[in-house]
């Protein structure tokens, strides 16, 4: 038995490009440059850290801890106004079928997130039910690229790490799964995950047995 283990944002929705909006109000206020490319940086990383990214590029790592927490929040209010309008068609394309298909052949299916949002994005994508299993970022201590996340995802499953496969967008979550000894699939670009076990573009034509046999077991 496989214990499949997705991240949420970039892997079962596209939440970059709200984190971007939000983010860029916040940077704009405290004058710091904010590109695309910055954004990228911050895919898979905590709030707190995403932040740090931030004020790294500013040259504003000497903000106070009380301070940083205020932006947080003003940025965390942002992003929820944006994801409260999601709408349920903004899953990836192919998500709602693989999720089906996993489910039909019995397997076990885990969210292994770093947000803290994950409950109101599952219910706006009306996805509650597809999960046996939901970990995410109120419910760890260490952010990935540690595993705890999948670990603890795994373990809830009663899955053996190496039986998990994890789907990733994000390097630091790729780092994360190999840490927990688990198998990962990226969702992207080839060339950025390229330290996953396998890559594909999203799940439109994937089925899980597919993803076995051909991505994490063909011959290279
Ligand atoms: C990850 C995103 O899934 O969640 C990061 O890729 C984000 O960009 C992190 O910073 C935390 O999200 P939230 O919703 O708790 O601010
Ligand atoms: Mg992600």
């Known amino acids: 038995m496989w214990g499949f283990i997705f991240d949420l944002d970039g892997v079962i929705t596209d939440t970059a490009k709200y984190h971007y909006l939000a983010w860029k109000t916040i940077a704009d206020e405290l004058e710091i440059p904010f590109t695309e490319e910055i954004n990228e940086r911050l895919k898979g990383v905590s709030r707190e850290k995403s932040f740090e990214i931030i004020l790294e590029v500013g040259n504003r790592l000497d903000m106070k801890s009380e301070e940083r927490a205020k932006w947080c929040e003003k940025k965390?209010?942002?992003?929820?106004?944006?994801?409260?309008?999601?709408k349920k068609d903004e899953v990836l394309p192919g998500v709602r079928v693989f999720l089906e298909k996993i489910r039909k052949g019995g397997?076990?299916?885990?969210?292994?997130?770093?947000?803290?949002?994950?409950?109101?994005?599952?219910?706006?994508?009306?996805?509650?039910?597809?999960?046996?299993?939901i970990v995410d970022g109120t419910m760890v201590t260490k952010a990935k690229p540690d595993p705890e996340v999948f670990l603890q995802g795994a373990k809830k499953m009663h899955i053996n790490p190496e039986n998990c496969i994890v789907f990733e967008d994000s390097t630091a979550g790729i780092e994360a799964a190999h840490k927990g000894g688990m198998k990962t699939v990226g969702i992207g670009d080839a060339k950025i995950l390229?330290?996953?076990d396998g890559v594909?573009?999203?799940?439109?034509?994937?089925?899980?047995?597919?993803?076995?046999e051909e991505v994490l077991f063909c011959v290279k």
């Open 200 to 212: 594909i573009a999203g799940f439109e034509g994937w089925t899980p047995e597919k993803i076995v």
């Open 76 to 86: 965390n209010k942002l992003y929820v106004d944006y994801i409260k309008q999601m």
């Open 107 to 133: 397997d076990c299916i885990a969210l292994g997130s770093a947000s803290k949002n994950s409950k109101l994005i599952l219910e706006r994508l009306e996805l509650q039910k597809a999960f046996d299993v």
């Open 194 to 196: 390229r330290k996953a």
